[in-house]
Antibody, heavy 121, light 108 residues
Framework: EVHLVESGGGLVQPGRSLRLSCAASGFTFDDYAMHWVRQTPGKGLEWVSGISWNSDRIYYADSVKGRFTISRDNAKNSLYLQMNSLRAEDTALYYC??????????????WGQGTLVTVSS | SYVLTQPSSVSVAPGQTARITCGGNNIGSKSVNWYQQKPGQAPVLVVYADTDRPSGIPERFSGSNSGDTATLTISRVEAGDEADYYCQVWDNGRDLVLFGGGTKLTVL
């Protein structure tokens, strides 16, 4: 069974940094692109970033470009999101999701349960 | 920029058919995916590539996509189908993923 488990969320002050991790199991991790998607409590879904199977294609939403960095370690079956210069509007539940293919641009299946990031002083 | 438009809410009686639309300029030229999200849970893929269903998703869920509108159809609606539903596409021109604003399905 495919399993995605996020970690690393928490309360952080504006301007500080946080690193999220996603541990994957139950599938061949380096066969698939991966993504981060966030959701503000009570609101809709917002795609944050995606990375291809071998990290040669990386894309970001305009709202995080230049502040967030996605990466992966295929040897560790892990996905990461380094978040710098955090803002109050980055407060959200952050989901890790598996793409339907090696390259980016298919569907998200499955999703992890999410890790909550709260940016507040 | 490309925008996906969904109705904020749709209501249907049990046993009836629910249709949730996702509007976008020439969305018929894109591949549309649909997700179901129940309260307190992560989203679940229910339809991908316009019309395909992942294993484990009931045949009551189906999708279509043509012109400026993609549609998720849920036949013989059950109380357990009550959830938020989101459409999603890959915007090739800008290399990013777009979600619709979501539709809350209420089963009367």
């Amino acid at each position: 069974e495919v399993h995605l488990v996020e970690s690393g969320g928490g309360l952080v002050q504006p301007g500080r940094s946080l690193r999220l991790s996603c541990a994957a199991s139950g599938f061949t991790f380096d066969d698939y692109a991966m993504h981060w998607v966030r959701q503000t409590p009570g609101k809709g879904l917002e795609w944050v970033s995606g990375i291809s199977w071998n990290s040669d294609r990386i894309y970001y939403a305009d709202s995080v470009k230049g502040r967030f960095t996605i990466s992966r370690d295929n040897a560790k079956n892990s996905l990461y999101l380094q978040m710098n210069s955090l803002r109050a509007e980055d407060t959200a539940l952050y989901y890790c999701a598996k793409d339907g293919s090696r390259v980016i641009g298919r569907w998200f299946d499955p999703w992890g349960q999410g890790t909550l990031v709260t940016v507040s002083s | 920029s490309y925008v996906l438009t969904q109705p904020s809410s749709v209501s249907v009686a049990p046993g009836q058919t629910a249709r949730i639309t996702c509007g976008g300029n020439n969305i018929g030229s894109k591949s549309v995916n649909w997700y179901q999200q129940k309260p307190g849970q992560a989203p679940v893929l229910v339809v991908y590539a316009d019309t395909d269903r992942p294993s484990g998703i009931p045949e009551r869920f189906s999708g279509s996509n043509s012109g400026d509108t993609a549609t998720l159809t849920i036949s013989r609606v059950e109380a357990g189908d009550e959830a938020d539903y989101y459409c999603q596409v890959w915007d090739n021109g800008r290399d990013l993923v777009l979600f619709g604003g979501g539709t809350k399905l209420t089963v009367l």
